[in-house]
């Protein structure tokens, strides 16, 4: 049986070596058909042959299918036109039916009206048809040949209009097939001809704008630069694309084209979001939601408002999404005429965004919807595909199995394109997942018989980004069942294939897969490599990896996170170069701690001329150390820096599920008043894991100020309630957070600049309790520094900005309710009027560059709690932080009694001003002034304040 097995392997290394290669259909099948046996090895020969002929006798379906006029995947009813929805962002590999890269359609079909093509050119007409064809069921290489063919048949009747369309048409097959630079050649070459074409119209004092022919040049100017814009965004070209867009607009908007032109304004919105523009974004889609209303009902009003709901999704506005696609689907269900498929599509894209709203039971029910209404089988199984991946995580696995069946006897019927080749790979991952829960009844020969298949379709397509996805994921398969060389040379091909054709999004996934390949190998120095690769990519995808439909959290947690801590711990854990390692690490870290915020609030949030953390304690504050913990799967890492030395690190060998559960306990312990004894034997046990390891160098080193980087659930728990035996780290030193290594320019607060902007709800608002010593806190606060105060009524979203506007305050204190959360749309603060969503800060309070001596010195958000049940609800601390621009932000972990938080915020002002401490000294007298009062002594009433960024 070796002596077979080792034969098997043989020849499928040896046919490996060709598979970027154009094979014959027996080699592929030979190589990629994986149907493994009950010992998970590679097949007889009659087992390849029995999948030969019945992938033969689906093809021979097809083809009678295809020569009735008709195919399984074909309507019974005409399907309205899908908007041109351009985005370079990254697709999901994993959720259909919210932005799918095919949704770019060729010219002729974006028209109006149908093309019409003047007599005698019929040749030239059936091929540009054909084309058309090939494009819309995903056959992209046979489109890009046919398209050549009807350019030259054009070119020979000069013809130079349909000449045009064709050249972009063909940029938009070479853009899905990753040919970049011939993409760009042909739209520059469409684009030139037109342009050309209408300067001769004008020397021969003809009217575009009438021209005779339907499709009308300008129009296809218009299209042929929404062709363009495509091109420039996906190849990172986004000021470019915005211009470009920008001039279709102008163009659509002459012509009164409302339709494309909200296309346009669509695609300028998503261009700006890549800049980091976000507010003139904002603009424009708010701009557009109005023109949609204005619209009478129709099935392009329909379709219009779900583009526009999948935009919101996209950029994380998920209650407005909803909103909207409930709105496009009450348009579409009162048309006379229903489209039944437009119906289905806003069903699967109101899922989508349920899924991202972790509404399990309102998306499950969107997807069944979808799936029922549906008359196309492609949206029937990518409602039931998304349905499936929802009870897996879930955990509804009778259900689970149940639509398997259903899906099983469905998924063959498909007609080859690339929707079906991501079917057929999600489908396996689903399987994967079933049997890694412990369900039987699903072989491996099947999983790989799916992705074998998968495999064989891309490479007939000519496919290459699709090749390169499955070929990845069927190493996958390898390396979960142990058969780690050949998994390394499945994963490695998929890697040659995704780098040749500039396809990031895949690219990471694989250098990650093969940094797990190498470790299990034992090659840690190319592990390494391997994985920081894989982390460079998704820096680089920074923009384009927050701008994508949420499942895409794509998982951030399973897809994203792992791979960071990953690289940690293969860092930390390797021989050679230590210092050297640390950094990398310590940077490693950081750069997740940034990827958590930019994918909290779907967009790249810290931007601007932040500094280092080390050159401020180096250069500014020699007293102050900075603690990094990581907490990874087997043990507790912690990184120390202090001042003018090198990085030092130490660690203990404890869990994260572990160290999750005492965090868990003593955040219980640290909420009700009387645990105390219980509360300081868990933080004494925190402190031994961060502090007691580096207690000496620390005080050798003369420290008075901890500044804390911290990780996951670490940042539910307020450092200054760690415990030694004998005193709190509050008793020994200041404390401050920061969410990563940068800090904008850090300065001390001036005694001079202080002029204060107070705001407070003293009485019960919209089901929160009533706050009765907020006028307590605030006239105090008063009595310390120049203050201006809005007081219940008086603050209202409006009268805050307009103060904000008129005035510079450098402190803005807001004593009212808030809540912090993991998710950016249930972090907010409570106005008399309303809530203060944690994305409208931005709007709200950077009136000025933050790099100026304008910026906002400190904002303190006094009466703020995390969300109960949520374990990550300090991001979104973190993201105030970050989204108000101020420097320094103050705020409390949980509610606290008022009357403590008014004598605390009290001494704080008092300590700030008459002494001129840093502003972690300032907190940590008043925190100190609380715990020597009787009735405050537990950390219940004195710990939860935290300060996040700038100390001094």
Same mark, same amino acid.
């Given at each position: 049986?070796?002596?077979?097995?080792?034969?098997?392997?043989?020849?499928?290394?040896?046919?490996?070596?060709?598979?970027?290669?154009?094979?014959?259909?027996?080699?592929?099948?030979?190589?990629? $058909?994986?149907?493994?046996?009950?010992?998970?090895?590679?097949?007889?020969?009659?087992?390849?042959?029995?999948?030969?002929?019945?992938?033969?006798?689906?093809?021979?379906?097809?083809?009678?299918?295809?020569?009735?006029?008709?195919?399984?995947?074909?309507?019974?009813?005409?399907?309205?036109?899908?908007?041109?929805?351009?985005?370079?962002?990254?697709?999901?590999?994993?959720?259909?039916?919210?932005?799918?890269?095919?949704?770019?359609?060729?010219?002729?079909?974006?028209?109006?009206?149908?093309?019409?093509?003047?007599?005698?050119?019929?040749?030239?007409?059936?091929?540009?048809?054909?084309?058309?064809?090939?494009?819309?069921?995903?056959?992209?290489?046979?489109?890009?040949?046919?398209?050549?063919?009807?350019?030259?048949?054009?070119?020979?009747?000069?013809?130079?209009?349909?000449?045009?369309?064709?050249?972009?048409?063909?940029?938009?097959?070479?853009?899905?097939?990753?040919?970049?630079?011939?993409?760009?050649?042909?739209?520059?070459?469409?684009? +030139?001809?037109?342009?050309?074409?209408?300067?001769?119209?004008?020397?021969?004092?003809?009217?575009?704008?009438?021209?005779?022919?339907?499709?009308?040049?300008?129009?296809?100017?218009?299209?042929?630069?929404?062709?363009?814009?495509?091109?420039? @965004?996906?190849?990172?070209?986004?000021?470019?694309?915005?211009?470009?867009?920008?001039?279709?607009?102008?163009?659509?908007?002459?012509?009164?084209?409302?339709?494309?032109?909200? !296309?346009?304004?669509?695609?300028?919105?998503?261009?700006?979001?890549?800049?980091?523009?976000?507010?003139? +974004?904002?603009?424009?889609?708010?701009?557009?939601?109005?023109?949609?209303?204005?619209?009478?009902?129709?099935?392009?009003?329909?379709?219009?408002?779900?583009?526009?709901?999948?935009?919101?999704?996209?950029?994380?506005?998920?209650?407005?999404?909803?909103?909207?696609?409930?709105?496009?689907?009450?348009?579409?269900?009162?048309?006379?005429?229903?489209?039944?498929?437009?119906?289905?599509?806003?069903?699967?894209?109101?899922?989508?965004?349920?899924?991202?709203?972790?509404?399990?039971?309102?998306?499950?029910?969107?997807?069944?919807?979808?799936?029922?209404?549906?008359?196309?089988?492609?949206? !029937?199984?990518?409602?039931?595909?998304?349905?499936?991946?929802?009870?897996?995580?879930?955990?509804?696995?009778?259900? +689970?199995?149940?639509?398997?069946?259903?899906?099983?006897?469905?998924?063959?019927?498909?007609?080859?394109?690339?929707?079906?080749?991501?079917?057929?790979?999600?489908?396996?991952?689903?399987?994967?997942? @079933?049997?890694?829960?412990?369900?039987?009844?699903?072989?491996?020969?099947?999983?790989?018989?799916?992705?074998?298949?998968?495999?064989?379709?891309?490479?007939?397509?000519?496919?290459?980004?699709?090749?390169?996805?499955?070929?990845?994921?069927?190493?996958?398969?390898?390396?979960?069942?142990?058969?780690?060389?050949?998994?390394?040379? $499945?994963?490695?091909?998929?890697?040659?294939?995704?780098?040749?054709? &500039?396809?990031?999004?895949?690219?990471?996934?694989?250098?990650?897969?093969?940094?797990?390949?190498?470790?299990?190998?034992?090659?840690?120095?190319?592990?390494?490599?391997?994985?920081?690769?894989?982390?460079?990519?998704?820096?680089?995808?920074?923009? =384009?990896?927050?701008?994508?439909?949420?499942?895409?959290?794509?998982?951030?947690?399973?897809?994203?996170?792992?791979?960071? !801590?990953?690289?940690?711990?293969?860092?930390?854990?390797?021989?050679?170069?230590?210092?050297?390692?640390?950094?990398?690490?310590?940077? %490693?870290?950081?750069?997740?701690?940034?990827?958590?915020?930019?994918?909290?609030?779907?967009?790249?949030?810290? *931007?601007?001329?932040?500094?280092?953390? =080390?050159?401020?304690?180096?250069?500014?504050?020699?007293?102050?150390?900075?603690?990094?913990?990581?907490?990874?799967?087997?043990?507790?890492?912690?990184?120390?820096?202090?001042?003018?030395?090198?990085?030092?690190?130490?660690?203990?060998?404890?869990?994260?599920?572990?160290?999750?559960?005492?965090? *868990?306990?003593?955040?219980?312990?640290?909420?009700?008043?009387?645990?105390?004894?219980?509360?300081?034997?868990?933080?004494?046990?925190?402190?031994?894991?961060?502090?007691?390891?580096?207690?000496?160098?620390?005080?050798?080193?003369?420290?008075?100020?901890?500044?804390?980087?911290? =990780?996951?659930?670490? !940042?539910?728990?307020?450092?200054?309630?760690?415990?030694?035996?004998?005193?709190?780290?509050?008793?020994?030193?200041?404390?401050?957070?920061?969410?990563?290594?940068?800090?904008?320019?850090?300065?001390?607060?001036?005694?001079?600049?202080?002029?204060?902007?107070?705001?407070?709800?003293?009485?019960?608002?919209?089901?929160?309790?009533?706050?009765?010593?907020? +006028?307590?806190? @605030?006239?105090?606060?008063?009595?310390? %520094?120049?203050?201006?105060?809005?007081?219940?009524?008086?603050?209202?979203?409006?009268?805050?900005?307009?103060?904000?506007?008129?005035?510079?305050?450098?402190?803005?204190?807001?004593?009212?309710?808030?809540?912090?959360?993991?998710?950016?749309?249930?972090?907010?603060?409570?106005?008399?009027?309303?809530?203060?969503?944690?994305?409208?800060?931005?709007?709200?309070?950077?009136?000025?560059?933050?790099?100026?001596?304008?910026?906002?010195?400190?904002?303190?958000?006094?009466?703020?709690?995390?969300?109960?049940?949520?374990?990550?609800?300090?991001?979104?601390?973190?993201?105030?932080?970050?989204?108000?621009?101020?420097?320094?932000?103050?705020?409390?972990?949980? &509610?606290?009694?008022?009357?403590?938080?008014?004598?605390?915020?009290?001494?704080?002002?008092?300590?700030?001003?008459?002494?001129?401490?840093?502003?972690?000294?300032?907190?940590?007298?008043?925190?100190?002034?609380?715990?020597?009062?009787?009735?405050?002594?537990?950390?219940?009433?004195?710990?939860?304040?935290?300060?996040?960024?700038?100390?001094?």
């Amino acid at each position: 049986m070796k002596r077979n097995n080792g034969f098997c392997f043989w020849r499928i290394r040896r046919l490996l070596k060709y598979l970027h290669r154009k094979v014959n259909r027996s080699g592929i099948l030979v190589l990629l $058909l994986v149907v493994f046996l009950t010992t998970s090895i590679l097949p007889p020969t009659f087992a390849f042959i029995a999948a030969q002929n019945s992938l033969i006798e689906k093809e021979a379906r097809e083809q009678r299918a295809g020569s009735k006029g008709d195919s399984s995947d074909r309507d019974s009813t005409p399907q309205p036109q899908k908007p041109l929805l351009l985005s370079g962002g990254l697709k999901s590999m994993f959720r259909f039916g919210s932005q799918q890269e095919s949704e770019v359609i060729p010219l002729c079909s974006l028209l109006s009206s149908p093309c019409l093509f003047v007599q005698g050119v019929t040749n030239a007409e059936e091929l540009f048809q054909q084309g058309k064809n090939l494009y819309e069921t995903e056959r992209f290489y046979e489109a890009s040949l046919v398209f050549q063919q009807a350019y030259i048949a054009f070119k020979a009747q000069k013809d130079e209009l349909r000449e045009a369309m064709s050249l972009s048409n063909l940029s938009l097959a070479y853009q899905q097939l990753g040919e970049w630079s011939k993409a760009s050649q042909a739209i520059r070459n469409a684009i +030139a001809s037109l342009h050309a074409q209408s300067l001769n119209l004008l020397q021969t004092g003809q009217n575009i704008n009438t021209f005779t022919e339907p499709a009308s040049l300008t129009q296809i100017l218009a299209q042929a630069l929404d062709i363009q814009g495509r091109l420039q @965004l996906a190849q990172g070209k986004a000021e470019s694309a915005l211009n470009t867009w920008q001039q279709t607009a102008a163009i659509y908007a002459q012509i009164e084209d409302k339709t494309n032109l909200i !296309r346009s304004q669509i695609n300028s919105a998503q261009a700006l979001q890549t800049l980091g523009h976000y507010r003139q +974004a904002q603009k424009i889609l708010t701009e557009i939601n109005q023109n949609l209303q204005n619209e009478p009902d129709s099935t392009l009003k329909a379709t219009g408002l779900r583009s526009f709901g999948n935009v919101l999704q996209i950029v994380g506005n998920l209650e407005q999404s909803r909103q909207i696609l409930q709105q496009s689907l009450e348009v579409a269900m009162r048309m006379p005429e229903q489209s039944p498929q437009t119906i289905s599509e806003t069903w699967l894209s109101l899922g989508n965004t349920a899924t991202a709203q972790h509404d399990i039971p309102a998306a499950l029910n969107y997807y069944q919807q979808a799936a029922a209404t549906s008359t196309s089988l492609t949206t !029937r199984i990518q409602a039931d595909l998304n349905q499936l991946h929802l009870l897996l995580d879930d955990n509804q696995l009778t259900a +689970a199995q149940g639509l398997v069946s259903q899906i099983q006897l469905q998924i063959p019927n498909l007609p080859s394109s690339r929707k079906t080749i991501y079917a057929r790979i999600n489908f396996a991952q689903s399987l994967m997942k @079933l049997r890694a829960k412990g369900v039987n009844g699903h072989e491996v020969k099947e999983i790989a018989q799916l992705l074998a298949i998968a495999v064989q379709q891309a490479k007939d397509l000519q496919d290459q980004r699709s090749v390169a996805y499955a070929l990845g994921n069927l190493g996958g398969l390898y390396e979960q069942t142990q058969q780690i060389s050949s998994a390394q040379e $499945l994963t490695q091909q998929a890697l040659i294939l995704s780098q040749a054709i &500039n396809v990031p999004d895949i690219t990471y996934r694989w250098q990650w897969q093969l940094g797990r390949l190498l470790k299990a190998q034992g090659d840690i120095k190319g592990a390494i490599a391997a994985y920081t690769e894989s982390v460079k990519i998704l820096q680089s995808l920074r923009n =384009d990896l927050v701008a994508i439909n949420p499942e895409v959290q794509f998982s951030f947690r399973d897809e994203v996170e792992p791979i960071y !801590r990953q690289l940690v711990n293969l860092l930390l854990e390797s021989e050679g170069n230590s210092q050297k390692n640390l950094i990398q690490a310590r940077a %490693v870290i950081e750069s997740l701690q940034l990827a958590e915020l930019d994918n909290f609030f779907r967009v790249a949030c810290l *931007e601007g001329k932040p500094i280092q953390i =080390d050159s401020v304690i180096d250069q500014k504050d020699p007293t102050a150390a900075v603690i990094y913990p990581i907490i990874l799967a087997d043990k507790l890492e912690v990184i120390l820096k202090l001042p003018q030395q090198p990085l030092r690190h130490y660690k203990t060998a404890i869990t994260a599920m572990e160290v999750e559960k005492t965090l *868990e306990q003593l955040r219980q312990k640290l909420i009700k008043p009387y645990t105390l004894q219980e509360t300081q034997s868990l933080s004494r046990q925190v402190y031994n894991w961060l502090l007691q390891p580096a207690q000496q160098n620390l005080v050798k080193s003369q420290i008075k100020t901890l500044v804390f980087v911290l =990780d996951g659930s670490l !940042r539910n728990i307020p450092m200054a309630a760690l415990y030694d035996g004998q005193q709190y780290l509050i008793e020994k030193y200041a404390i401050a957070l920061t969410p990563g290594l940068q800090l904008l320019a850090p300065k001390s607060l001036s005694q001079q600049q202080i002029k204060v902007l107070t705001a407070g709800i003293t009485e019960a608002r919209q089901g929160f309790s009533a706050l009765s010593n907020v +006028a307590l806190e @605030l006239n105090q606060i008063k009595s310390e %520094v120049p203050t201006t105060v809005l007081l219940n009524q008086e603050f209202t979203s409006k009268t805050f900005q307009k103060e904000i506007n008129s005035v510079f305050f450098s402190v803005v204190h807001l004593a009212t309710h808030g809540q912090f959360s993991s998710k950016a749309e249930e972090t907010f603060i409570l106005t008399w009027d309303g809530r203060i969503n944690v994305n409208q800060l931005d709007s709200l309070l950077r009136i000025r560059d933050s790099e100026k001596a304008g910026a906002i010195e400190l904002l303190v958000l006094s009466a703020c709690q995390t969300a109960a049940g949520d374990k990550r609800a300090t991001l979104g601390l973190a993201g105030i932080a970050v989204r108000a621009g101020a420097r320094s932000t103050l705020a409390s972990l949980w &509610n606290v009694d008022d009357k403590s938080t008014a004598e605390l915020m009290s001494q704080f002002y008092g300590e700030l001003i008459s002494k001129q401490l840093t502003k972690a000294e300032a907190l940590r007298q008043a925190q100190l002034a609380l715990l020597k009062n009787p009735k405050y002594q537990h950390p219940i009433f004195w710990a939860p304040y935290v300060l996040v960024g700038n100390w001094l």
